[in-house]
């Protein structure tokens, strides 16, 4: 996703990433953090704003700052850096809510073949998970990068 | 030289480490989400794409002529595995 991009900073074990979104609504952190989910080697990515005067993070919120494509590319920018560090690593997403789900999406559709370069997407539907295709109303996704073998 | 802004379009982007974040390297967060996440895997794991997966590291592995301990402990499986595995795909003829 080669779309403008925040700056980003990540923490000593590439498992964090922070950024600045910046908007009509001010300057707002958010935290990237993927976490081992019960299965080996699929980690959640969590996704939300830092809260204002605490170390608590809201995945729930609208932030309406009018740049969600902007945090979608920076947040799928996370993605390679920390498969990059983690080749064995398969992130799982799902938005926390149909509109994020449906964000997120459309923002792999919107860019498949280039994500696709790089990596393995599947979609979930229906309870059964498949190679992502465009217009399938998928509600979870996992992403892996692709293994070259002859 | 490149600016900053072009750098910033490659596919792995320039990131800084912040100590600061390291406080949250412990700290439940989206604790929602990850209930989300660990119930539509239990409903259902991605089984099939996993193994698949595995087969592929591991015949990458073996054609880069990593020995079969190495293997396993890469991807933390027993060597009996990494043998079984290897035989299936018809890469070693194991004598058992």
Redesign the interface.
Known sequence: M?NK?Y???????F????FVSEGPNGRINK?V?Y?E??????Y?L???DKLDDS?D?D??VITNNKDSLRVLS?VA??V??FT?KYP?A?V?A?G?TDARTRLYRMGISNNLEEIKE?F?V?G?IE???ERFEKNRDY??F?L?RK???? | MKSIEELNQSKLPIAVYDKGLDKYEKKPLFQKKMDKANAILATSPPTQFLNERENKRIKQYFEQCLPIEKIAQNLDLTENDVLLRLEEMGLVKCLS
């Open positions: 080669r991009r700056q980003l900073t990540f923490s000593v074990s498992t964090m990433y922070e935290l953090k976490t989910s019960s299965v080996k080697n699929i959640n969590g996704f939300g170390d993070f995945d729930e920076t920018a996370t390679y850096t990059d064995n398969i799982f799902t926390s790089d393995e599947l979930r309870d059964k998970w509600d979870a996992l892996t293994i070259m073998v002859k």
